[in-house]
């Protein structure tokens, strides 16, 4: 195989005709809108907002666990200054944690709650008759 300026300059314009295909490409993937998301029902608002609970809690608990852990390797090599600041900052990282799932999760607990009480309240009853037609005049009967 040839190694001259030719071949150097024909890979270069492969290689420059490759990446200007595969942006092409991948800016027409990009360009359709994402769907929507499908809507969620009373019942999973609910659970959703458990799931955040748990999730803000259980990442809460890795943080402090983490902090707590790099803390005791820092007081054990005697760097307690260090030990008691990872340690403080595993508690912070882990109560923000713990307070941004407890408010994500409240607040989807009660909309999915307010959702299920506004269909006790506004689908249970029904005020008009089943057989509900067009409305008929009858004073305006047709003599024969």
């Not at 942006?23 to 993937?29: S, V």
């Amino acid at each position: 195989m040839p190694t001259g300026p030719r071949s150097v300059l024909l890979s270069l314009f492969v290689l420059a005709a490759a990446s200007v295909c595969g942006a092409r490409a991948y800016r027409q993937q990009q360009s359709t809108p994402p769907p929507p998301p499908p809507s969620r029902s009373a019942g999973g608002d609910v659970g959703s907002g458990a799931g955040d609970i748990g999730k803000g809690a259980g990442a809460a608990a890795g943080n402090v666990a983490k902090g707590t852990g790099k803390g005791a390797a820092d007081i054990v090599t005697l760097h307690p200054v260090k030990g008691v600041g990872n340690i403080g900052k595993g508690a912070g990282v882990g109560a923000k944690d713990a307070g941004v799932g407890a408010a994500k999760g409240s607040g989807k607990i009660v909309k999915g709650s307010g959702r299920g009480i506004g269909h006790i309240f506004h689908h249970s009853h029904k005020d008009t008759p089943a057989d509900s037609g067009p409305p008929t005049n009858s004073s305006a009967q047709i003599s024969r």
